[in-house]
């Protein structure tokens, strides 16, 4: 069983930057696909980014392209989502999720475990 620890959330003023990170233990982080997603009051979950195993592909939701960088650290069994240009329609709560034998896969349901959450708050 994977174990997912998010950490790095915060509050930021639009334009500003805060960098996520996802510590995984309990399972062989070099063989997870891992992938971000956040869920907003009142919305749905949603699909923020992903990165395979080998970290050669790399998927990203449209509203985020260009602002935002998933990467990982296999050594330290980390993944990181720097986020820049922050807008208040980032503020969410920021899950990170973790997936066997899949690549950078948007779907949810593709994701076997899931960590707590960080809230990122951003005002105007």
């Known amino acids: 069983q994977v174990q997912l620890v998010e950490s790095g959330g915060g509050w930021v003023q639009a334009g500003g930057s805060l960098r996520l990170s996802c510590a995984a233990s309990?399972?062989?982080?070099?063989?997870?696909?891992m992938g971000w997603f956040r869920q907003a009051p009142g919305k749905e979950r949603e699909f923020v980014a992903a990165i395979s195993w080998t970290g050669g592909s790399r998927t990203y939701a449209d509203s985020v392209k260009g602002r935002f960088t998933i990467s990982r650290d296999n050594a330290k069994g980390t993944v990181y989502l720097q986020m820049n240009s922050l807008k208040p329609e980032d503020t969410a709560v920021y899950f990170c999720?973790?997936?066997?034998?899949?690549?950078?896969?948007?779907?949810?349901?593709?994701?076997?475990?899931w960590g707590q959450g960080t809230q990122v708050t951003v005002s105007s």
């Open positions: 309990g399972g062989t982080f070099s063989t997870l696909t």
């Open positions: 999720a973790s997936a066997y034998g899949r690549g950078a896969s948007h779907r949810q349901g593709d994701y076997d475990y």
